[in-house]
T-cell receptor, first 114, second 114 residues
């Protein structure tokens, strides 16, 4: 158990819908990362937050957004869902910088868009 | 930009045999390198990481990896495979800077046979 929790574990929805994925980082971790794992794209970095502020963006679609709240939990919002958004979405949290930083991953949320 | 290449999407070994999973990286600056393991229906678990210093890094579950700058490689090895090692293994690279995202390889699925 990494100490990072993600809810829900599974999510089934229809095209065009909007969903919210939630992540609670390890106690004391200020950074939260979101990654997407799909069969065709592999594991891709989406976005990073540090202590409530967006720190970096990766291959995140405009239909997707995220935020980190004062209690440091984070939410990833996916809207106007398409079939191709079906994937496993991971959250990771970390503390420290550079070589001292290690990202710890949650169990993921499996999203299926029908 | 940094990148990771994992040679061999599937590797099969007999129980008790040597495990060798290959990873080559590309980075314009000294990288930090990681190996993560993903068991079925689970998140990513850190096996080991290289930051600076000793080039032979020991991790959990008997795995180790050697950073070879001249070969831009960070291959993962284990002297004797166990059935419980069957999983997917991901090599990842990180460079310091504003974004501490991990860039992952495409993964290698390890099968262990009797």
């Amino acid at each position: 158990d990494s100490g990072v929790t993600q809810t829900p574990k599974h999510l089934i929805t229809a095209t065009g819908q909007r969903v919210t994925l939630r992540c609670s980082p390890r106690s004391g971790d200020l950074s939260v990362y979101w990654y997407q794992q799909s069969l065709d794209q592999g594991l891709q970095f989406l976005i990073q937050y540090y202590n409530g502020e967006e720190r970096a963006k990766g291959n995140i679609l405009e239909r997707f957004s995220a935020q980190q709240f004062p209690d440091l939990h984070s939410e990833l919002n996916l809207s106007s869902l398409e079939l191709g958004d079906s994937a496993l979405y991971f959250c990771a949290s970390s503390v420290g910088w550079g070589g001292q930083e290690t990202q710890y991953f949650g169990p993921g949320t499996r999203l299926l868009v029908l | 930009a940094q990148s990771v290449t994992q040679l061999g999407s599937h590797v099969s070994v007999s129980e008790g045999a040597l495990v060798l999973l290959r990873c080559n990286y590309s980075s314009s600056v000294p990288p930090y390198l990681f190996w993560y393991v993903q068991y079925p229906n689970q998140g990513l678990q850190l096996l080991l990481k290289y930051t600076t210093g000793a080039t032979l890094v020991k991790g959990i579950n008997g795995f180790e990896a050697e950073f070879k700058k001249s070969e831009t490689s960070f291959h993962l090895t284990k002297p004797s495979a166990h059935m419980s090692d069957a999983a997917e293994y991901f090599c990842a690279v990180k460079v310091t800077g504003t974004a501490s995202k991990l860039t992952f390889g495409t993964g290698t699925r390890l099968q262990v046979t009797l």
